[in-house]
């Protein structure tokens, strides 16, 4: 598999997170929404290239 990330996780993670009993589509989708919602939220307070005096 390849080494590309979704949401932070490779596809190799969420292929494991489907195998854990208890754990359905809805929730694998509702946790790739979160994570995918907090990357990008952190990538936009990332520090500008401004210099501070």
């Known amino acids: ?3 590309s990330r979704l ?3 490779t596809k190799t993670d969420w292929l494991c ?3 854990l009993e208890g754990i359905g589509l809805a929730r694998l989708s509702r946790l790739y929404t979160y994570l995918n919602q907090l990357q990008k ?3 936009d307070q ?3 290239d ?3 005096i």
Do not use: I, K, R
């Open 1 to 3: 598999m390849e080494n």
């Open 7 to 9: 949401a932070g996780l």
């Open 17 to 19: 997170f489907s195998f």
């Open 41 to 43: 939220h952190s990538s």
């Open 46 to 48: 990332e520090p500008h």
């Open 50 to 52: 401004s210099t501070v």
